[in-house]
């Protein structure tokens, strides 16, 4: 019998049908790592730093200059924004339409030098750097007033996006806080009124307590796959102690989330023959300016819990799923956790 | 300057950003016709009927028997349904997480017995009997007080997440109502009780006035191009008069529905070199029984609007999409309804 599930953060319910059974086997050839063997120019790589716009920041050997050689991880504007990062927001409407300017800001983080070095086969302390990287971007665009949300994000594959090979991630402020986040932080706030309790702690309380849908677990961080999973080895990496926003996490914590991630992308590639995947970052959203009270988060640090979303991209989207917001899930989160597990790494 | 612009039904911001300049031929080669060139066996081919799980229902030829030649239009239970038809809807709770049994009901509607026949190839009179198809479903499963939505879907292509060519379309009757059909439906009722007027019917007054994202009319439909279209080529196609239900149309409107469904498609399949799509029908949720109000469909019936989303699968959604719900479109509606109007079909 399938089951209809309801993930208690979104209101989202997701049909886990497991009678199709869905192994990690079932899901075809979808290895990523030889996609981008033909390719003979990367503006990515080192040596090619003057083919990318002016780097923003990077994390340098001493004594190296910007947009030379000499970096382990560099930011860039993206080439082809889909924001753009000069202007004001202008905000109007067209008869009952409403609109406003597209400003923004679009990053590409440019995770190593090397073109075929991905974050499994990493050392942990450069698997750290991208996450400063990470840190250093939000620091600094949250205080700029024109934006209210920073999305970091990873493409990984041409089935998940990525137009480049070369490992990076990418970064896009918005003037608006988009509508996932917007009902994620409506429906935290609303738990957390009722309960007193934020709703990410509970279910890292719940999930400890069950271990069914436990991938992996070290002293700060944790990685379930969650119990309304809308595709296959669907997985969440939390930090067990209640904390809002990434970028105020110590610096102390950044090695063992490092560990962590490069953990759980290994078992991933592992199991699913190194499939294409997204990653998105869940922080709060900017603080909001106020007189006095510069760095004002409001309720949403007690409310919201940052954590890490990772997708495989082993399934078609189909009109069902566009029309509905219903997913099908063909493997359930318990034997998506069971392989993760278990799988040697 | 890329553009924000806000979807007044759904509450969703979009990126226009049309900068990056996407024109028809941008998309590459996603043409679908060869896709089932080397497929041997069909079991929705006229013949095979016994190779299927028993017909439901069809448009039959007098004098034929059920689950033999000589249907035109035959609706059959899906063979791996992700949802069960038989059961009571048990719901229950795991700690603080809900979750009820998968019923529901998955079924295809195989539209004509002919495998290399797609809709904008047919005869008017034989897309008819298609929606005719659609019509008596929906008013059959709407009985069941199990179920609280149908959802009546297409994938053409296999990147539109169809697993076989032969043309078909599918419903699934799910014992909640999704989550995106509960967005709209709370938003345009916002609407009308603000305004007394349906948000939907706002729409077509402002897009016939403006004509800009006018892509096609008749007598009783219209088809648009959504001011906040979230994917190129997005189209809409509406009743130009107020019906909250599909399965309320009169019979008398359902020929002028075909030729304007088969008209959108073909403009789609020239326009972008037949490429894959998904429609979706937008149809009131199904009538409340109520002692003495058998079919008690509420404010419903003012304040939603039936119509059918068409979307062409050019792009790929990628980690921004999945993680904010804010789409990037590259082609502009007004763009888009300018090529489509001037195609020749």
């Known amino acids: 019998m399938p089951e209809l599930r309801k993930d208690p953060v979104s209101d989202r319910w997701v049909v886990i049908s497991s009678e199709r059974g869905r192994r990690p086997s079932d899901f ?33 050997k001493p004594g190296t200059t910007a947009n030379t050689p000499g970096w382990d991880v560099r930011i860039i504007p993206n080439k082809f924004p889909a924001l753009i990062i000069e202007g004001e927001v202008n905000r109007t409407g067209i008869g009952f339409f409403d609109m406003m300017s597209g400003i923004g800001a679009h990053e590409v983080i440019v995770e190593t030098p090397r073109h075929n070095l991905a974050i499994p086969d990493m050392e942990d302390s450069h698997v750290e750097k991208i996450l400063w990287a990470y840190k250093q971007r ?12 920073i999305l970091v994000f990873k493409n990984y594959g041409i089935a998940a996006g990525a137009s480049l090979s070369h490992p990076h991630s990418q970064l896009i402020a918005t003037p608006i806080t988009p509508r996932y986040v917007k009902l994620e932080l409506a429906n935290s706030r609303a738990y957390f009124l009722e309960k007193e309790r934020c709703i990410f702690c509970d279910i890292i309380r719940q999930e400890l307590g069950a271990g069914v849908r436990l991938v992996y677990e070290n002293e700060y961080f944790v990685v379930i796959a969650p119990f309304a999973s809308r595709f296959p080895f669907e997985v969440w990496l939390l930090p067990r102690r209640h904390e809002h926003g990434f970028q105020i996490m110590p610096d102390e914590e950044r090695l063992l989330l490092a560990r ?22 869940h922080t709060a959203p900017n603080p909001v300016p106020r007189p006095g009270k510069p760095d004002y988060w409001g309720t949403v640090q007690y409310d919201f819990h940052w954590h890490i979303e990772i997708i495989p991209r082993l399934t078609k989207m189909a009109g069902f799923e566009w029309g509905s917001g219903l997913y099908i899930n063909p493997t359930s989160p318990e034997e998506a956790a069971k392989y993760l597990r278990e799988v040697e790494i």
Request: net charge positive; hydrophobic share 35%.
């Open 28 to 60: 075809g050839a979808v290895s990523v790592a030889e996609e981008g063997a033909g390719v003979k120019f990367c503006p990515f790589c080192e040596g090619n730093e003057t083919k990318t716009p002016p780097e923003i920041t990077a994390w340098r």
């Open 138 to 149: 939000l620091l600094d665009l949250e205080k700029d007033p024109r934006f209210r949300y």
């Open 260 to 281: 962590c991630l490069k953990d759980i992308l290994k078992r991933l590639k592992k199991t699913l023959n190194d499939p294409p995947y997204n990653f998105v970052l």
